[in-house]
């Protein structure tokens, strides 16, 4: 399966982890129907997860947050960098 959408990844993430998508969502504190939408085939009634629920749908899944919602992991997480518009790289580029 290739993951297109965030949808896809979420589906197939959570099967390769052994989650039911009623586990997931009882993990995220949400409503089982919330998992469904982001994993519907049909386009037209699929939602997507909001960023406030992001961080911990990553965990749950055992990605990172740019895999989630790009399909790859950035330049910068593939090497456990600081993105350089961070205050924290800016600090340190000015140390």
């Not at 699929?46 to 790009?70: G, K, T």
């Not at 993105?83 to 340190?92: C, F, I």
């Amino acid at each position: 399966m290739h993951a297109h959408c965030i949808g896809d990844r979420i589906a197939q993430r959570r099967k390769i982890v052994g989650l039911s998508p009623r586990r997931l969502a009882e993990l995220l504190g949400l409503e089982r129907m919330c998992v469904y939408r982001w994993e519907r085939r049909d386009l037209s009634k699929r939602s997507e997860p909001n960023l406030r629920v992001l961080p911990q749908l990553a965990d749950a899944l055992q990605v990172s947050i740019d895999w989630l919602v790009c399909g790859h992991e950035s330049r910068f997480a593939s090497r456990g960098a600081i993105a350089p518009t961070s205050p924290k790289a800016k600090k340190r580029a000015r140390a």
